[in-house]
Every structure is written in structure tokens, then in C-alpha cells.
């Protein structure tokens, strides 16, 4: 999980990929793409993905998500607008550009790289991590291409790709993950296996099984309203997943300028832009008396400036963001409310779902560095289940929603359950998805379904 030695290696290549991917678009009118890595051994294509995972979710998709459901406020420059929902499809042409090309389509090359050369830890690796893209593809956009996606460089492959329908997709990327756990179960690892490159788990084969039925677990848990087949399928994959902290996804960043976190770089380079101790879910913690505040916020240094301790700037603090904060992939404790989610989901007791969100709030809080009374003070206040299912729920959801702080999995939490109540900062609605890109528009046209930022809604958004 913390393996860094090649840490400066990947970042530089990324970059040189994202520089050009931000002028762009994955589908180009030209059937050859620049932004890909061709030729390439797996060792240099899986630190390019998983660096490119980890800037893209902790950078446009963790801005854009925390400010829809108000754990952030944009107060300044374009995030004012946002913050108001003031979007239009070209602000979604660097997360989309992102996913598909230094993501998803070296991801391609990784597994076609890896097939070919019988290196089956990659080839497990890299399925288990597209699993993972294409999840957060679908649940920003709904219908995205895939099956007809990364053909351009081939011949006769189409550089005009399709959409595929968001629940199939869902599919899909449980498919991959079991295809993956078969590879990464091979007797046979291949000549070539991850190590120092692997910068999530280090080449760890059991820690990326646990890690793909954590994402399959979240799969079945947004599917699992009013199902209960769905619900008791999320508690089957969690209980093949992760066992502590120890084995959460995340990316961890450096302390060189090209290497930070994608946070702390936002807030230095864009002083003020985006607010934290001004945020409604400030006023949430403030209001609960939640020890989590002064992990999350920092409202000593509101300027924008490099704090006292030297470790970031802005009123985000030193957990998420420092130079070498984590980005968090999926962690234990969302695994522990997911349990106690589908454990009411499937109609099972309230004192099992119980069990589940105590342990689940205990985990974060020891996770930041919470001490042991002031989780015991918290939970006394905050820590029984009420009586009803949809109380119940609803206290799940807004524990989870702190809990997952800057993660965009908290705008899928309100979605699919209504949960923390948020009143919208422009209009009457919050927005339900995103906007397809302007790339998108002027170079695959033809094949872009109709929306808006509110419709249609996700499938599982209901």
C-alpha cells in the first residue's frame, strides 16, 4: 500500500500525459492517440494508471462532488459557479478526458500487454483497476462507451464509439473483477510481477483480491433499494474484503512539487478558491460536537496560506490535506456501513446493523487519530440506531457521508438514499449526474445521449 520508490517516475510520466490530455479529447478526429502509452512494459504502464486514478478522483471528481453535497463551498473564481451549479459541459472535459485516456486506455494496454506476455498478476491487476474507473465513469455520467471504446489505434477500429447502457455496465464491471481474482489466483504469477510499482498494495495479489470484492460490495449496495437480493449480495463480498485500515485502496502522494497531493496543490495554487470551515457539513460536525472537525478543517488558517506546521495550506487540514495525504479509494469503514446498510436492506436486525455502524464510526475515528474518550462521548450522543428502518438509514447515511469526507462516493451515498438532507444553493434541485463533455459533443456527436444535470438520473438513482 505505501510502496513509493518509483513514485517520481510514474508522477513525471503522468503529467507528460495529462499535459497533453488537457488539450484533447480521447476521441480525436485522428487515428492515432498521443496520450497513450504503446509498446510499454506493464511495470511502467501500472504506476501511470494508478498515479492517474489517484489525481483524477482527488482532484476534479473530489472538488466537484464535495461541493455538490456541500462538505466544500466554491467561494471564489469558477468554483463560485460551480458551487451554484453554474456548469456547462466544458467543465467536464479534464475528468472525462482523464478516465479515458491516461487512465482507462493505458489500462487497456496494460491488459492487452500483460495477456499477451503471460504476466498474470498485471493482467489481474489491471482488471480489477478498470473495474474500478469504469464504476466511477458510470456513476458520474451513467452511459458511457466501453465496448466499443479504445479501438482508435487499431486498425479499423472505430474513433466514434458508442455508449453503453450504464446498468449493463454495472455488469461488466463486476465481470471484470471476477476475471481479475482468477488471474491474480493463477499458480502461475508470470516472469514479470509488480513490486515498488505497485503503489497501492505493493504486488500484495491477496490485499488487490480483498480490494475487488470491495468494489463489487459497493456495486451491489447501490443496486440494493427495496432489494434485497442486492443487499445480501453486498454483505456475501464484504465478507471476502477487507478485514481493518490496513487494507484500504488509496494512493498515497509525495512531498515534491510534482508529487503532492492533489488537494494541497489546488490550495496553493488557488488560495481561497474553495472554503471548508464556511461549508454546511462544517456546520453539521459543529452542530453533532464531532471530534472529526479539527482533522478535517482548519479554521485557525482560513487565508489560504501555508499553515504553522508547514504541511498544507488553506482550512483543509492535515489529513487530506498534505502534501503526502492519501487519496482514498475504498476504506474499511465504508465496508462496515455498507454492512449495516444491507444488513436493514435484507431485513435482517436492527442490532446487527447496530454492531456494524458502532465499529464503522470507531474505525474513522481511530483512522484520523480521534482519541478513545472522545469516541466514547461521541457515540454516546450519536451511536444508537433509532427504532425504525428509515431512521435508521438515515443516521447510517449521514455518518457515512462524514465519514467518507472529500470522497466522491458521498454524492452516490445522497443520491441513491436521500440522506444527509441538503437544501440546493441555486434553484430547487441538486444536481443528479454529470454533463457530457464538450469533447464529447464536437468529436462523437452522433452517438452522445441527450441530459442535463439533472436527468435522466443515474439507473440506481431512484
Not at 464529447?440 to 444535470?453: D, G, R
Amino acid at each position: 500500500m505505501k510502496q513509493k520508490n518509483s513514485l517520481i517516475t510514474a508522477i513525471v510520466v503522468l503529467f507528460s500525459i495529462m499535459f497533453v490530455s488537457c488539450k484533447k479529447s480521447f476521441f480525436t478526429n485522428i487515428n492515432q492517440n498521443p496520450n497513450v502509452l504503446n509498446n510499454v512494459p506493464p511495470n511502467l504502464l501500472l504506476p501511470t494508471v494508478e498515479a492517474g486514478i489517484g489525481y483524477t478522483q482527488g482532484g476534479d471528481l473530489s472538488r466537484q462532488s464535495s461541493m455538490l453535497v456541500q462538505q466544500t463551498l466554491g467561494a471564489n473564481s469558477q468554483m463560485q459557479a460551480f458551487y451554484i451549479y453554474g456548469y456547462n459541459p466544458g467543465a467536464f472535459d479534464a475528468p472525462w478526458s482523464n478516465l479515458y485516456t491516461t487512465i482507462m486506455e493505458n489500462n487497456y494496454s496494460l491488459m492487452k500487454v500483460a495477456d499477451a506476455s503471460g504476466d498474470n498478476v498485471y493482467s489481474g491487476i489491471s482488471r480489477i483497476l478498470m473495474a474500478y474507473t469504469l464504476q466511477l465513469a458510470v456513476d458520474n455520467w451513467g452511459d458511457v462507451p466501453y465496448s466499443a471504446a479504445f479501438q482508435a489505434n487499431i486498425s479499423g477500429g472505430s474513433i466514434h464509439p458508442t455508449y453503453d447502457k450504464g446498468q449493463g455496465l454495472y455488469d461488466t464491471i463486476a465481470s471484470l473483477i471476477d476475471a481479475g481474482i482468477v488471474e491474480l489466483n493463477n499458480s502461475n504469477a508470470g516472469t514479470l510481477v509488480p513490486s515498488s510499482d505497485d503503489f497501492i498494495y505493493g504486488g500484495a495479489t491477496a490485499s488487490w483480491i480483498k480490494f475487488g470484492h470491495a468494489v463489487k460490495a459497493r456495486l451491489y449496495i447501490h443496486q440494493s433499494k427495496n432489494n434485497a437480493t442486492m443487499a445480501n449480495k453486498a454483505l456475501a463480498e464484504i465478507q471476502n474484503s477487507f478485514t481493518s485500515e490496513k487494507d484500504n485502496a488509496q494512493y498515497l502522494f509525495g512531498n515534491t512539487a510534482t508529487s503532492a497531493n492533489p488537494w494541497y496543490q489546488f490550495n496553493n495554487q488557488r488560495a481561497g478558491n474553495i472554503e471548508f470551515h464556511t461549508a454546511p457539513f462544517a456546520q453539521t460536525l459543529i452542530a453533532l460536537k464531532d471530534p472529526r472537525y479539527t482533522f478535517f478543517i482548519d479554521s485557525t488558517n482560513e487565508d489560504g496560506g501555508l499553515d504553522k506546521t508547514n504541511m498544507h495550506y488553506g482550512g483543509l487540514n492535515n489529513y487530506y490535506g498534505s502534501s503526502n495525504s492519501p487519496v482514498e479509494f475504498i476504506t474499511y469503514e465504508e465496508l462496515l456501513f455498507i454492512q449495516a446498510e444491507a444488513t436493514l436492506n435484507a431485513g435482517g436486525k436492527l442490532s446487527d446493523a447496530q454492531t456494524y455502524y458502532t465499529a464503522a464510526i470507531t474505525a474513522n475515528m481511530t483512522k484520523l487519530g480521534v482519541t478513545s474518550s472522545d469516541i466514547a462521548t461521541y457515540l454516546v450522543a450519536n451511536g444508537t440506531l433509532n427504532g425504525t428502518s428509515a431512521s435508521a438509514l438515515s443516521q447510517i447515511a449521514t455518518q457515512e457521508y462524514i465519514a467518507l469526507y472529500l470522497n466522491p462516493e458521498t454524492w452516490t451515498l445522497w443520491r441513491r438514499t436521500g440522506y444527509p438532507s441538503l437544501t440546493p444553493t441555486a434553484g430547487t434541485a441538486i444536481p443528479r449526474r454529470l454533463e457530457y463533455p464538450q469533447t464529447e459533443y464536437n468529436y462523437n456527436v452522433a452517438n452522445v445521449p441527450a441530459s442535463t444535470l439533472f436527468t435522466p438520473r443515474i439507473f440506481w438513482d431512484k
